[in-house]
């Protein structure tokens, strides 16, 4: 009877497995559940000691080179190392060379400055999208200006309190690209290499083991790779947001199936041979 009773698990509907499933990816979607996060990954962190350490009143340049695609990685990296900035009192300019990426930074200026009382113009700004990586990161080392003379609202950047006192990158704590293209290798070796201005980075999970040189030659001062290092980010912030969400996700998933796998083993055994 009990065997009978017990089978009856494995010939469960699977929209049923599917609706469980579904139910645990959703919850902690509405509301990170903040699951333990033991494991922070050394390069993440990295990033965060790097900003941690600057003086208040330091210069950030961003620049968020990723489209809708590769927006539940990168989102949420993005976010998190805007809000240390501004915790840190830290300015910060935001520019792009992905016209895709425009919409996706337009969302976080209207958030995430009135959560730190930040304003436009004079703690932030944002710059035009530009098509020429090569030119916009090769005049960055002699004149900001000389590329980009005003922001996307049409005022004149030289004329802004944001960016007083910075002219090129030798006036710049560090720069920093979150990206789903090839683009951070281009900043490693424009920006980085050639004048010498901190890099810090940012890209998707399948594309982090490709910049473990960078990292051991000092190229990259750090890099956060993919949503587990957004939410370890946000760990470290104790701002827990879409990466965390993210991860409890799939952390839940894994962690049904898991159960799953192990029951109906157990079942087959005991159906089997007691």
């Known amino acids: 009877m009990f065997k009978e009773y017990i089978s009856k698990f494995l010939k469960l509907d699977r929209r049923w497995i599917f609706l469980l499933l579904t139910i645990v990816i959703f919850v902690p979607i509405i509301k990170p559940l903040g699951l333990p996060n033991i494991s922070i990954g050394s390069n993440t962190k990295r990033v965060y000691d790097f900003i941690e350490a600057l003086p208040e009143g330091g210069f950030a340049l961003l620049s968020l080179d990723y489209d809708p695609s590769t927006r539940p990685e990168l989102h949420p ?63 960055l080392g002699s004149d900001i200006y000389g590329i980009f003379r005003t922001d996307t609202k049409g005022r004149s950047t030289k004329d802004l309190p944001v960016m007083k006192g910075i002219k090129s990158y030798k006036d710049m704590s560090f720069a920093m690209c979150i990206t789903g293209t090839a683009l951070l ?90």
């Open 77 to 139: 990296q993005a976010i998190a190392v805007i809000r240390h900035c501004f915790r840190k009192n830290i300015r910060v300019a935001i520019m792009t060379f992905l016209p895709g990426a425009t919409g996706l930074i337009d969302e976080i200026v209207e958030k995430i400055p009135k959560e730190y009382n930040k304003k436009d113009g004079i703690d932030y700004v944002v710059l035009p999208y530009q098509p020429n990586y090569v030119a916009v990161m090769t005049q």
């Open 185 to 274: 290798d281009a900043w490693v070796a424009y920006a980085g290499d050639k004048y010498k201005v901190p890099m810090l980075g940012g890209v998707t999970a399948v594309s982090q083991p490709g910049y473990g040189p960078y990292l051991q030659k000092g190229q990259l001062k750090g890099l956060i790779g993919g949503m587990k290092g957004a939410a370890d980010y946000e760990t470290l912030l104790k701002k827990l947001d879409r990466g965390t969400k993210g991860i409890d996700s799939l952390n839940l998933a894994h962690f049904l199936v898991l159960i799953l796998i192990i029951t109906s083993n157990i079942i087959i055994l005991i159906t089997k041979y007691l």
